[in-house]
């Protein structure tokens, strides 16, 4: 079943083989299973593959990364969870819209050197695992739809155990000098609403002939920066705050797009 669900033919269970006890792995993210796993089998298709989109494809710089893209995997991203290595892979890339990158059959494992521990992966073929990055106390996680969304965090607690984790509901940023509430997904009006709540002041964007920012700066969200008219609609905003600067993007042509993603950039 666990093959089967993987795309990948049985891998054999972390604690089958010899070496260090496997570690404890535990998920809270609906639609990710996260499991004990020691043997990595080769990508679906073989070697020769071309990526849809190779710009989304990493350099192998650790020995995981490498014993992964040994396997035929594309290599997405790599990072550090403490002794482990983070390793995100996939089997297809294919080119979307504004250019985004459709993430297929894709896999984190976790290593501990070149010994992979345990797997990530969803429930389905597409979607649900798509790349990573680190970030502070962890490793965060993206799916592979258009466009990418963070889907969890990947932590080690102080007990051992590699646990994947919902994102919070309120995100610490800059050193804890500014907090981000849970905006994704929500019409820009309301994120605004909430952002103000949380101490970010709105930034008036320029002047613009185009008349969906106008339409938005008359709905009084004055700090419309620009937006596309093609592909996927994108839409920035500007905040300031005392941590520093947020910019938020929505995607979506709907008179009140729905955010997408947001960055800060500290003082």
Known sequence: MLGLM???????????????????????????RFVPLAALPRAPGGAGRQAGCPGEVVPAQSEAAQAVAARDWF????????????????????????????????????FDGTRLVALVYGAGRTGAVGRIA???????????????????????????TLSLEPLPAVESVCGGRGAVPAIRGQPIDTARAALIAAGWTPVKGPPSDDARERDLA??????????????LAYCSFRYAGAAG??????????????VHEYGVTCR
């Open 245 to 258: 600067a947020l910019s938020v993007t929505t995607t979506g042509d709907g008179d009140l797009p729905e």
């Open 75 to 110: 290599v997405t991203g790599e990072a550090a969870l403490g002794r482990y290595r983070a390793v995100s892979f996939a089997s297809d890339l294919q080119q979307g819209t504004s250019g985004t990158c459709f993430i297929a059959d894709g896999n984190v494992g976790l």
């Open 6 to 32: 993987l795309g990948l033919p049985l891998a054999e269970p972390a604690g089958a083989q010899d070496g260090p006890p496997a570690p404890r792995v535990a998920s809270a993210v609906k639609n990710l």
């Open 134 to 160: 680190a970030r502070a106390g962890g490793v965060r996680l993206w799916d592979g739809d258009l466009p990418p969304s963070p889907v969890g965090d990947l932590t080690l607690r102080p007990d051992g």
């Open 218 to 231: 008359r709905r009084g969200v004055i700090e419309v920066d620009g937006c596309s008219g093609t592909g």
